[in-house]
């Protein structure tokens, strides 16, 4: 591996790593027996609400200032928010602590798309990212489960390490690689709009870019590609945030970080097979949409079972999804645009379905957002 490859991949492992790292122990950071599942919703959802309200201005940044810059900013707020929820126990300091780390991933996503979509072997470096990326995600479940008995917050505080050492990776030489591998054509299209523009404010770029999203999403397919991220990870964070509370009392703290991390991990390898495949894109969207939606209809019975298939669907989904995106446009701004579909759906998802849990149950939800999710199959993608 290079070591531009090495800076952006170990980024992306630490981040995710970190921000999973709460899952398994969120009743407890909730307050333990005197905390709620509404508590555990917030805290779980305050990362993903972040990054939505992120995406789009810091997209934005990455196009007017560099990827690189956006990325290191990105990785050190990360940083910064794991030690506050190391050192602090106040509810409130949590929950904006993983806002502000959301925020951070807000930052760094669609710098590194941008980045990863410019570059020749742009989709299996895709399905390498996608693959590190659930790698950390499965790795934050699975230790923080298995180090619970040490200390609640132990995972926590090793992947917070991971992540400062990630930002001195990305302000060394290794870390300058990032900027340096663009394509002419999109440094020729980026130098033209700074001189059409030379003092415009981020504020106004802002306006003009949500204008432009706005018809992005009514009149082309990246609305359609939008509302499906929503749907489909809303769906799947409904069931991750609330598995905790509802599994208590019939898995451990290590057997719940251990079927969570299936899920990452049946991801890491169904992005890989996504990004080597000559599937098309619309057809793996398709794929893992069923996949999901049938993991969450076992996870009721077959936890194991059900977080792999869940996973193996958000990856395929994933790749597929990042690739139609690509061929519209592939800038920071449709990245991040795209992006917040799926933080909106992880971060509101949860927190939309709390509403109902005390009417229908945990399994009536769970099988509800099931067939939801299954609604996605009607939706035609060009």
């Known amino acids: 591996m290079n070591l ?123 399905g390498e990212f996608n693959f590190l990326l659930n790698a950390g995600l499965a790795a934050g479940v699975f230790f923080s489960g298995i180090l619970a008995g040490f200390g609640i917050k132990t995972a926590i505080v090793s992947f917070t390490f991971l992540a400062v050492l990630s930002c001195i990776l990305l302000l060394s030489e290794a870390g300058k690689l990032l900027s340096q591998d663009r394509k002419k054509k999109s440094l020729l299209q980026c130098k033209s709009s700074v001189r059409r523009q030379p ?53 451990t703290k290590p057997e719940l970080g251990m079927a969570i991390s299936a899920s990452y991990l049946a991801a890491m390898l169904s992005s890989l097979i996504a990004g080597r495949t000559s599937i098309n894109s619309k057809n793996t969207v398709r794929i893992g949409i069923t996949l999901a939606a049938a993991g969450i209809f076992f996870s009721v019975k077959l936890p194991l079972l059900a977080f792999f298939l869940i996973g193996a669907g958000g990856g395929a989904a994933m790749v597929g999804l990042i690739m139609t995106v690509s061929r519209i446009n592939s800038s920071g701004f449709s990245m991040g645009l795209f992006n917040t579909g799926i933080y909106a759906g992880l971060g509101l998802g949860p927190i939309l379905g709390s509403f109902f849990l005390e009417l229908l149950g945990y399994e009536t939800l769970f099988f509800g957002s099931a067939f939801v999710l299954l609604t996605i199959l009607f939706v035609k993608l060009e």
Not at 37 to 42: E, H, K, T
Not at 43 to 51: E, K, L, T
Not at 66 to 77: P, Q, S, W
């Open 4 to 126: 531009k490859k090495l800076a952006l991949y170990s980024s992306v492992f630490a981040l995710q790593g970190l921000s999973n790292a709460v899952i398994p122990v969120l009743p407890e950071l909730a307050g333990g027996d005197s905390g709620s599942s509404a508590i555990s919703s917030l805290i779980f959802s305050g990362y993903f609400m972040g990054a939505f309200l992120a995406l789009v201005p810091l997209g934005i940044l990455a196009d007017r200032i560099g990827n690189l810059k956006v990325i290191r900013f990105g990785m050190l707020l990360t940083a910064f928010s794991g030690v506050f929820i190391v050192f602090s126990d106040s509810l409130w300091v949590l929950g904006v602590a993983r806002f502000l780390e959301g925020v951070g991933c807000g930052a760094f996503f669609p710098a590194a798309f941008s980045i990863l979509a410019e570059w020749e072997d742009s989709r299996q470096s895709l």
């Open 199 to 251: 003092e415009a404010s981020l504020f106004f770029e802002l306006k003009k870019y949500l204008e432009k999203a706005r018809k992005s999403l009514f009149e082309t397919d990246l609305g359609k590609i939008w509302g499906t991220s929503v749907i489909l990870y809303g769906t799947t964070g409904l069931l991750t945030a609330n598995y905790p509370n509802y599994s208590a009392d019939f898995l």
